[in-house]
T-cell receptor, first 114, second 116 residues
Framework: GAVVSQHPSRVICKSGTSVKIECRSL??????MFWYRQFPKQSLMLMAT?????????EQGVEKDKFLINHASLTLSTLTVTSAHPEDSSFYIC??????????FGPGTRLLVL | GDSVTQMEGPVTLSEEAFLTINCTYT??????LFWYVQYPGEGLQLLLK?????DKGSNKGFEATYRKETTSFHLEKGSVQVSDSAVYFC???????????????FGQGTILTVHP
């Protein structure tokens, strides 16, 4: 199947700093990518829909100024957690939409904010 | 809004045992239903899907039938293997007006451990 990568796989940062997470579709072009957040022992929660060449669409309750999403090309979307705080520590997962209902997921990025 | 409820885990089975993981949903439109699997250290992978009532999705010995009358999509396998140990997620993609925008709503996930 298609491959989606995420980088980094794990990051530790100090409170107040910003962290950028990359999501790449390696063997297909994706107009649409999704960003999810997963808390321990809980489900994936959709944060935003990233569309190439346009502004991301954020789900209710997600701060767009806190979680900046850029989808500058058909194979790359980035999520920047700005001024990170310990409560932002989580597992962030991206997916890329290949066809109407076919998503391929990245392996996730573990963020720990100290 | 849309929601998905899975049976709570973890589920622990012996090899060759029968597996059922229950999943029920609520949706405003006509959803497609999915089972995703997450093996340790890997991303979620689509296991199977069904797009309309009474459809049966199947893959790798796993099956699930889209039951509109009971709003359910239970996952079953007749004989599990150690390699099936993973986290299983039930999900739906609602299609407002007949168009899916790809957004998925996930259940909470069920951890399956299979012992030799």
């Amino acid at each position: 199947g298609a491959v989606v990568s995420q980088h980094p796989s794990r990051v530790i940062c100090k409170s107040g700093t910003s962290v950028k997470i990359e999501c790449r579709s390696l063997d297909f072009q994706a107009t649409t990518m999704f960003w999810y957040r997963q808390f321990p022992k809980q489900s994936l929660m959709l944060m935003a829909t990233s569309n190439e060449g346009s502004k991301a669409t954020y789900e209710q309750g997600v701060e767009k100024d806190k979680f900046l999403i850029n989808h500058a090309s058909l194979t790359l979307s980035t999520l920047t957690v700005t001024s990170a705080h310990p409560e932002d520590s989580s597992f962030y997962i991206c997916s890329a939409l290949l066809a109407e209902e076919t998503q391929y997921f990245g392996p996730g990025t573990r963020l720990l904010v100290l | 809004g849309d929601s998905v409820t899975q049976m709570e885990g973890p589920v622990t089975l012996s090899e060759e045992a029968f597996l059922t993981i229950n999943c029920t949903y609520t949706a405003t439109g006509y959803p497609s239903l999915f089972w995703y699997v997450q093996y340790p250290g890997e991303g979620l992978q689509l296991l199977l899907k069904a797009t309309k009532a009474d459809d049966k999705g199947s893959n790798k010995g796993f099956e699930a039938t889209y039951r509109k009358e009971t709003t359910s999509f239970h996952l079953e396998k007749g004989s599990v293997q150690v390699s099936d140990s993973a986290v299983y997620f039930c999900a739906l993609s609602d299609r407002a007006g007949g168009t899916s925008y790809g957004k998925l709503t996930f259940g909470q996930g069920t951890i399956l451990t299979v012992h030799p």
